[in-house]
T-cell receptor, first 111, second 115 residues
Framework: DAKTTQPNSMESNEEEPVHLPCNHSTISGTDYIHWYRQLPSQGPEYVIHGLTSNVNNRMASLAIAEDRKSSTLILHRATLRDAAVYYC????????????FGGGTRLMVKP | NAGVMQNPRHLVRRRGQEARLRCSPMKGHSHVYWYRQLPEEGLKFMVY????????ESGMPKERFSAEFPKEGPSILRIQQVVRGDSAAYFC?????????????FGPGTRLTVL
């Protein structure tokens, strides 16, 4: 899987939007962009994924740059429960089925 | 629909003993993945299995570690002659298929402590 770069940590206030960036300048045409998060002492949890177009689901939105070299996970109203490590992962199914986790971004939410 | 179940949640072993970690995938899922998270490190892929077959074990240590996913029953990750460096959280994930939009669903993990 191609490499992704994320900030080590970010802070947010409760009930405010959060934009979590991810750079993936070496992304290939067949790479899907997946986001997972890991709450403290829990297993990772799927958040969202996309290929080229922006995506929305009940948890978050994913904004993908036109050149696909970067993306942003958007939490519209952060809650204390959103405090977690967020992982941006590129998946090329031609290269295997595993998830390759980087360091992720630790999101801290202040009340 | 119950999620991915792992047991035990916590396991303590002395050096040289064997550790057996179990994973029951979500109902209807026939693909199982094992990942390891060492203290203060990221998650690393270990092995990918389908029923009765190991598909990809490129992340498994060459010695002492083995995995199986029998036709009936849970997937088992077995660590023989454990050493202190095996202390970690072991996560299992399952999925329905390996299509382009495949989502992996993770269990709560087994935290192994080797004394």
């Amino acid at each position: 899987d191609a490499k992704t770069t994320q900030p080590n940590s970010m802070e947010s206030n409760e009930e405010e939007p959060v934009h979590l960036p991810c750079n993936h300048s070496t992304i290939s045409g067949t790479d899907y962009i997946h986001w997972y998060r890991q709450l403290p002492s829990q297993g990772p949890e799927y958040v969202i994924h996309g290929l080229t177009s922006n995506v929305n689901n009940r948890m978050a939105s994913l904004a993908i740059a036109e050149d696909r070299k970067s993306s942003t996970l958007i939490l519209h109203r952060a809650t204390l429960r959103d405090a977690a490590v967020y992982y941006c992962i590129l998946r090329d199914y031609n290269a295997g089925n595993m998830l390759t986790f980087g360091g992720g971004t630790r999101l801290m939410v202040k009340p | 629909n119950a999620g991915v179940m792992q047991n035990p949640r916590h396991l303590v072993r002395r050096r040289g003993q064997e550790a057996r970690l179990r994973c029951s995938p979500m109902k209807g899922h026939s693909h199982v993945y094992w990942y390891r998270q060492l203290p203060e490190e990221g998650l690393k892929f270990m092995v990918y299995l389908q029923k009765e077959n190991i598909i990809d074990e490129s992340g498994m240590p060459k010695e002492r570690f083995s995995a199986e996913f029998p036709k009936e029953g849970p997937s088992i990750l077995r660590i023989q002659q454990v050493v202190r460096g095996d202390s970690a959280a072991y996560f299992c994930a399952s999925s329905t298929n390996t299509g382009m939009t495949d989502t992996q669903y993770f269990g709560p993990g087994t935290r192994l402590t080797v004394l």
